[in-house]
């Protein structure tokens, strides 16, 4: 069974700081990796996705992957209170979308 | 990304009676997916639907208590049959592949099913 590792938290950080989320994987031939955000009561919401080594920028959100160390982070600058949020971290198996691995989650608080 | 809508988004049902959740997509998709989320937890995949053939079942789930059909490569059903009060859960689709030029995954709004 492959699988994906995330702290459950909750992780606290005050509103302005620079949240980091940390996500590692089993196996070593994944080559896709995603951020999804869940507020309470509703669905996923894709925010980031990365492929290869390094860091991809979106905004406020940073995503870093290294695949020797078989990890991949998220990084929210300047968090606000509206990113609140459980914060999952998924693997692809493979190229073609044929299954997805789904770590537990973080919960993010960020206080005001 | 891919606009995808669930029916109903949320239920009351009664032990042992059967509800079909449906899921629309506005575009052709290669890979649609049904998982389970419980409260407090992350997702757990059904199954996955294919266009034409039987879904793939995961480890635990099986065809004659989540049937699902998938008639094109835009709809899906997925069925709870013979329902207990541990089925409660909210069920999701999703779906997969190469969306906007872009390669990724996206999740319908989900079904809250209460089973009474």
């Known amino acids: 069974q492959k699988e994906v590792e995330q702290n459950s938290g909750p992780l606290s950080v005050p509103e302005g700081a620079i949240a980091s989320l940390n996500c590692t994987y089993s196996d070593r031939g994944s080559q896709s990796f995603f951020w999804y955000r869940q507020y309470s009561g509703k669905s996923p919401e894709l925010i980031m996705f990365i492929y290869s080594n390094g860091d991809k920028e979106d905004g406020r959100f940073t995503a870093q992957l290294n695949k020797a160390s078989q990890y991949v982070s998220l990084l929210i600058r300047d968090s606000q209170p509206s990113d609140s949020a459980t914060y999952l971290c998924?693997?692809?198996?493979?190229?073609?979308?044929?299954?997805?691995?789904f770590g537990s989650g973080t919960k993010l608080n960020v206080k005001p | 990304s891919a606009v995808i809508s669930q029916k109903p988004s949320r239920d009351i049902c009664q032990r042992g009676t059967s509800l079909t959740i449906q899921c629309q997509v506005d575009s052709q998709v290669t890979m649609m997916f049904w998982y389970r989320q419980q409260p407090g937890q992350s997702l757990t995949l059904i199954a996955t639907a294919n266009q034409g053939s039987e879904a793939t079942y995961e480890s635990g789930f099986v065809i004659d208590k989540f049937p699902i059909s998938r008639p094109n490569l835009t709809f899906s059903t997925l069925t709870v049959s013979n329902m207990s009060p541990e089925d409660s859960s909210i069920y999701l689709c999703s779906v997969a592949g190469r969306l906007a030029d872009t390669d990724t995954q996206y999740f319908g709004p989900g079904t809250r099913l209460t089973v009474l």
């Open positions: 998924a693997v692809m198996e493979g190229y073609n979308f044929n299954k997805f691995y």
